[in-house]
């Protein structure tokens, strides 16, 4: 036994001090990468660039094919500045293409310490691949724009015959052209902009639960992209001793969801924003909220607002027509023993849709219910869900005074589901979609029919358009705040 050699790790050995210079080695590197990204993406958008890049890439095919019919006012250095002038604009798109992926898969795939592999959450593979594909598309439309820019010069330079400067101006046509096409899918939103949430403008919800326990939470944690979603969960953590008695780091922050809802609406002011935290939260984590070097405060929790209300809208419109109805004392809250509501989006493309229904049980006992959601020509046609709904406490108009107080109650007494609904892609005009509550006994109690019409153009509410609305909101608000 004295002859043999451990293997076991020496706690003072140099092999940790050496790992902790990787370590720092390895951060180093990332923060220039993101430092190289920030640089690029802003030099991408600055000022008219990237309108100035849409039309010269239009102007580009047109002036090569000009050329090629020997009209008298078509001039080689016109046209060679166009793809110059193009062919420069076009360096700094793609060095923010190269460092945005390097970033991106630092973020998504490090392990570094205490960071960890963001495989677990999903999404990931779908991000590195999207911007893996903008990167080549970038690289398309600068190779297409150099060549053309070639070919001119050599047809403008030198003497090469007929058929040759006909080849070349030809090809010069169809490369502008093609670079024309991807300026299409790529000026119109450059990814990772966004120096506190550089990825969340590119994910897109892919699994989600369809019962929204704690409806604001719950709907923003599924728009989160995997890196965001992973702090996420490390605040959670950290919030566990931070919160008042009786509540949980979840309940506190559903809590401050809806006072920031109201306050972005202006029904509540700054004040009582402030003063509604502070009733779930301690004064370390108060103070938290108000401090800018936090990831997650007041104001990184409006950008996250503001980009899940532009994902799913229709959550939002049946908050406010269920808050509606308890301001106006409207009957539907507590005259009929079951109150249901619907939303879906009345366009939507790419055979997809959100629908949102959102139950009040005025029985006074907890029920058992099914919820049946018939889909016409859908996939699949029929979707059964079963919950148990619990009683709702009943609003009067006096109660309905404190606006957060209310919404908390209606939200809290609710059942609200979120079913992803799906058609063929061939199916267009409108559908019907029908949501029929059922009793322990099978017995019809409430029944709602809705419509969306289905579309082969990308509307508003498609993944994409919504995708890059939620960017834009964002966007919008951070600069707003700035002001």
Request: aromatic content about 6%; proline content about 5%.
């Amino acid at each position: 036994m004295e002859g043999r050699k451990s293997n076991l790790p020496t706690p003072y050995s140099d092999s940790g001090r050496s790992s902790g210079k990787r370590q720092r080695a390895l951060s180093r590197r990332v923060a220039a990468r993101d430092a190289g990204r920030r640089l690029w993406t802003r030099l991408s958008v600055l000022g008219p660039s990237s309108s100035l890049r849409v039309l010269l890439s239009a102007a580009a095919p047109i002036s090569a094919a000009l050329l090629l019919t020997d009209w008298k006012y078509a001039y080689y250095e016109v046209a060679i500045a166009i793809f110059a002038i193009l062919t420069m604009l076009l360096i700094p798109t793609n060095l923010a293409a190269i460092f945005s992926r390097m970033s991106a898969r630092d973020r998504l795939k490090l392990r570094d310490g205490s960071k960890s592999t963001m495989d677990a959450y999903p999404g990931v593979e779908r991000i590195l691949n999207s911007l893996g594909e903008r990167l080549l598309r970038e690289r398309i439309r600068l190779f297409s724009s150099t060549f053309a820019l070639l070919s001119i010069f050599t047809v403008w330079w030198l003497e090469a015959g007929t058929t040759l400067d006909t080849l070349l101006l030809g090809s010069s046509g169809l490369l502008g052209a093609l670079c024309l096409w991807n300026s299409f899918f790529l000026d119109d939103s450059i990814p990772m902009r966004s120096n506190s949430f550089p990825l969340l403008s590119l994910h897109a919800p892919t699994l989600h639960n369809s019962i929204l326990d704690r409806p604001l939470s719950d709907l923003m944690v599924a728009h989160l992209d995997p890196e965001t979603a992973a702090a996420w969960d490390e605040w959670m953590i950290t919030l566990t001793e931070s919160v008042r008695r009786g509540q949980t780091p979840e309940s506190a922050i559903e809590h401050l969801l809806r006072a920031l809802h109201l306050n972005d609406q202006g029904l509540i002011d700054d004040e009582r924003l402030m003063s509604e935290a502070k009733q779930v939260f301690k004064i370390r984590a108060t103070d938290q909220l108000t401090d800018p070097q936090n990831k997650f405060n007041l104001k990184s929790l409006r950008k996250l607002m503001a980009h899940t209300k532009a994902w799913e809208p229709g959550l939002f419109r049946l908050i406010d027509r269920l808050q509606d109805a308890a301001v106006r004392g409207g009957p539907s809250l507590n005259s009929s023993l079951w109150r249901l509501d619907l939303d879906i989006p009345p366009r939507c493309s790419q055979g997809q849709a959100d629908l949102f229904v959102i139950l009040h049980n005025n029985t006074g006992t907890a029920v058992d219910v099914e919820i049946d959601i018939v889909t016409a020509e859908g996939e699949p046609t029929l979707q059964t869900i079963g919950v148990e709904t619990k009683p709702s406490r009943r609003i009067t108009r006096d109660d309905a005074s404190d606006l957060v107080d209310t919404l908390g109650r209606l939200l809290d007494d609710a059942t609200l589901l979120w079913i992803g609904l799906a058609w063929p892609d061939s199916s267009r005009g409108p559908h019907p979609v029908q949501v029929t509550l059922k009793g322990e006994r099978r017995e019809t109690l409430s029944s709602m029919v809705v419509k969306t019409t289905l579309s082969a153009n990308a509307q508003q509410e498609s993944a994409a358009q919504r995708m890059a609305e939620a960017s834009s909101s964002v966007r919008r608000l951070a600069l707003s705040m700035a002001d």
